[in-house]
């Protein structure tokens, strides 16, 4: 069953979007094994993740911020950050929207991003949501997406506890640094762009640059 696309005091919630009640406060961190770990948490796909509560609904939302594993399922699952419901690939691809901060009038294969995709029919309710932040907005096709990596805060270890090393980043499969990071997002690489429009989704006048 699809989730049902919830609104608070009229105004539509992204489903990655978290509620007051699904904040947990972080566990002590510690340095077990030479990696990062939180005591009785398992570690997925061998990335430690930031833990959360699924209580979708309860309480105030925050536009801010990120639902960790929710948009990580968006991500794995090809779900719309929105509405949550699974988004639906055409010849060029998966409908994503991203901010448009590129000045050279292409758009750069190779993109990675945190942002999961946006089916075409919410992407004109998340642009007048994000609208406060003053930003143009590109509306993409995306033919290949690779989910390899994470994003998140490195720690390196210490007593009496590991602490953090420098601004959050993102981490790829593979880089022993994963050991000790603490996940709070998924991120993916976009390739086989395409620019479309956003009502029409046919391609538009810019085109994906060469890598």
């Given amino acids: 069953m699809s989730p049902t696309l919830l609104k608070h005091k009229g105004r539509?919630?992204?489903?990655?979007?978290?509620?007051?009640?699904?904040?947990?406060?972080?566990?002590?961190?510690?340095?077990?094994?030479?990696?990062?770990?939180?005591?009785g948490q398992r570690r997925a796909a061998g990335t430690l993740w930031r833990p959360w509560l699924d209580?979708?609904?309860?309480?105030?939302?925050?536009?801010?911020?990120?639902?960790?594993?929710?948009?990580?399922?968006?991500?794995?699952?090809?779900l719309c950050q929105v509405c949550g419901v699974?988004?639906?690939?055409?010849q060029l691809g998966w409908p994503w929207l991203l901010e448009a901060h590129h000045g050279d009038g292409v758009w750069p294969e190779r993109e990675v991003t945190t942002h999961p995709p946006t089916c075409e029919q919410c992407q004109p309710v998340a642009q007048v949501q994000c609208r406060p932040n003053r930003s143009r907005f590109a509306s993409l096709r995306?033919?290949?997406?690779?989910?390899?990596?994470?994003?998140?805060?490195?720690?390196?270890?210490?007593?009496?506890?590991?602490?953090?090393?420098?601004?959050?980043?993102?981490?790829?499969?593979?880089?022993?640094?994963?050991?000790?990071?603490?996940?709070?997002?998924?991120?993916?690489?976009?390739?086989?762009?395409?620019?479309?429009?956003?009502?029409?989704q046919k391609p538009a006048a810019l085109r994906a640059a060469a890598p």
Avoid: N
């Avoid at 699904?22 to 939180?38: C, K, Q, S, T, W």
């Fill in 86 to 90: 699974p988004v639906a690939r055409d």
């Fill in 12 to 39: 539509p919630v992204p489903y990655i979007a978290p509620w007051s009640a699904e904040y947990v406060p972080l566990p002590r961190l510690m340095a077990v094994a030479g990696m990062l770990h939180i005591k």
């Fill in 142 to 200: 995306v033919g290949r997406v690779l989910a390899d990596g994470v994003y998140g805060q490195l720690f390196r270890p210490s007593l009496p506890r590991p602490v953090p090393i420098g601004r959050k980043q993102t981490v790829y499969a593979g880089d022993p640094q994963l050991r000790w990071m603490l996940a709070g997002q998924m991120a993916a690489t976009l390739l086989d762009v395409t620019v479309v429009d956003m009502h029409t």
């Fill in 55 to 78: 209580k979708r609904g309860t309480g105030e939302p925050d536009y801010g911020d990120v639902h960790g594993p929710r948009q990580r399922e968006c991500m794995l699952r090809m």
